[in-house]
Every structure is written in structure tokens, then in C-alpha cells.
């Protein structure tokens, strides 16, 4: 079965860093666009970035030059590395991978939580 399994969410102060893990599994990860969302409290779940097959990125305007996601094809992993972050950063961080219309899988969520 397909599993995504985030990690590397916590609690970190206005302008540290996280860089969050995704490993992915049951699936041929290379085949997939793989994603970050998120869901702050109250809010809708939004896209943060994503990472085509081809390695092409695009982000968030509200994440530009902050985050950068990047995949392993080896390790069926992707990655986001998160600086300076901001307190409007909170939410919970999901993993998405996908591949065409029918194919559509998400991980738990891993909590990222910016306070001072």
C-alpha cells in the first residue's frame, strides 16, 4: 500500500529553520509530482510548493525565496527546506504525491509551529 510519512515538523522561533522529510512508499516515486500543503487552524489546506518529475519547483508567492523543495529519486524522499520562518508559517505540513487523475495520495501532516 502507499504510505507518505512526513517528519521533521516542531516548535522553532521567528526566523529559524525546519527542513521537513517526506519518504514515500508503494509507489514509483520518480512517475510522481510530489507536493507540500498546508492547513493552518480555521484555514483551507494550501499549496506550498511542489517538484514535477523533471525537478521543475514552483512555490507559493507567500514562501518564495523562503522555501526550497527538493526530491531524491533514490531514496523515494522529498524534501522542503524552510528559513526565515514566520509565525503565519504555523500549520500542519502534509506531503502530496500525484500522477494524473486517478493517482492521488497524502501523508498524516507533520506539525510546524513558529513562536517565540
Known amino acids: 500500500q502507499v504510505q507518505l510519512v512526513e517528519s521533521g515538523g516542531g516548535l522553532v522561533e521567528p526566523g529559524g529553520s525546519l527542513r521537513l522529510s517526506c519518504a514515500a512508499s508503494?509507489?514509483?516515486?520518480?512517475?510522481?509530482?510530489m507536493a507540500w500543503y498546508r492547513q493552518a487552524p480555521g484555514k483551507q489546506r494550501e499549496s506550498v510548493a511542489s517538484i514535477a518529475t523533471s525537478g521543475s519547483t514552483s512555490y507559493a508567492d507567500s514562501v518564495k525565496g523562503r522555501f526550497t523543495i527538493s526530491r531524491d529519486n533514490d531514496k523515494s524522499t522529498v524534501y522542503l527546506e524552510m528559513n526565515s520562518l514566520k509565525p503565519e508559517d504555523t500549520a500542519i505540513y502534509y506531503c502530496?504525491?500525484?500522477?494524473?487523475?486517478?493517482?492521488?495520495?497524502w501523508g498524516q501532516g507533520t506539525q510546524v509551529t513558529v513562536s517565540s
Open positions: 508503494g509507489i514509483m516515486f520518480s512517475l510522481y509530482t
Open positions: 502530496n504525491a500525484r500522477r494524473g487523475t486517478r493517482n492521488n495520495f
